[in-house]
């Protein structure tokens, strides 16, 4: 999911820190098989996995993301990363290895129809109606049960990439009409984001 920069904002204390001394990927886009099948679920938690999650932080910083599933740098591993606010603008940092997420049901539901994007189908935003609290359970990238949950666009990102992590984008929530406007944004915007994008961003 993209970011909307805002640098004043406290930290969760229940994030963790990022790994640093990643390398920047290609995002992979909408349309790769990768991205519309479930991923496999990690059990090795090595260095190997680090390196991925290390990776998967230095691109989403490039593309100036606040989530970013392995999925979206072609990997196919049930992983993700996020560095988000909540709707109280308090930031949550965390990665989540096979997600699952819970929302509220029944009267205790209430849709969030905010816009919504995708790091793997740049440029485009549309109405998304999600609920407007999520809790995701999984496992740090050492293998330790992790919690996070939240508000605001936080329960978005949640949502969102735990998603991806099921081979689902969210243009597969939209309508037509939706889908339909959402890729002509994308389209109007795709000299703004080469094939290796955002390879080499940081750097300009």
């Keep these: 999911m993209p970011r909307t920069p805002d640098t004043s904002v406290p930290v969760s204390p229940t994030s963790v820190e990022l790994p640093t001394g990643g390398t920047v990927r290609p995002v992979t886009r909408w349309g790769e098989a990768v991205m519309h099948r479930k991923a496999r679920p990690v059990t090795i938690y090595d260095d190997d996995l680090r390196v991925l999650v290390a990776d998967l932080v230095a691109t989403m910083y490039a593309a100036d993301g606040v989530g970013l599933a392995a999925c979206q740098i072609g990997v196919d591993l049930a992983v993700f990363v996020f560095d988000c606010p909540d709707a109280d603008r308090v930031t949550?940092?965390?990665?989540?290895?096979?997600?699952?997420?819970?929302v509220p049901e029944g009267p205790d539901r209430r849709l969030d129809e905010?816009?919504?994007g995708c790091l793997s189908y740049p440029g485009a935003f549309v109405d998304c109606a999600r609920p407007d609290f999520a809790r995701v359970t999984g496992f740090g990238?050492?293998?330790?049960p992790v919690v996070?949950?939240?508000?605001?666009?936080?329960a978005r990102c949640l949502q969102h990439e735990t998603d991806h992590t099921l081979g689902t984008v969210f243009g597969d929530r939209l309508n037509n009409r939706a889908r339909k406007r959402l890729r002509k944004q994308m389209e109007a915007a795709a000299p703004d984001y080469p094939a290796d994008w955002p390879v080499g961003v940081s750097d300009e």
């Design 141 to 144: 990238v050492d293998g330790s």
């Design 92 to 102: 949550h940092r965390g990665i989540v290895c096979n997600p699952e997420v819970e």
């Design 148 to 154: 996070f949950e939240g508000t605001g666009l936080l």
């Design 114 to 116: 905010d816009e919504e």
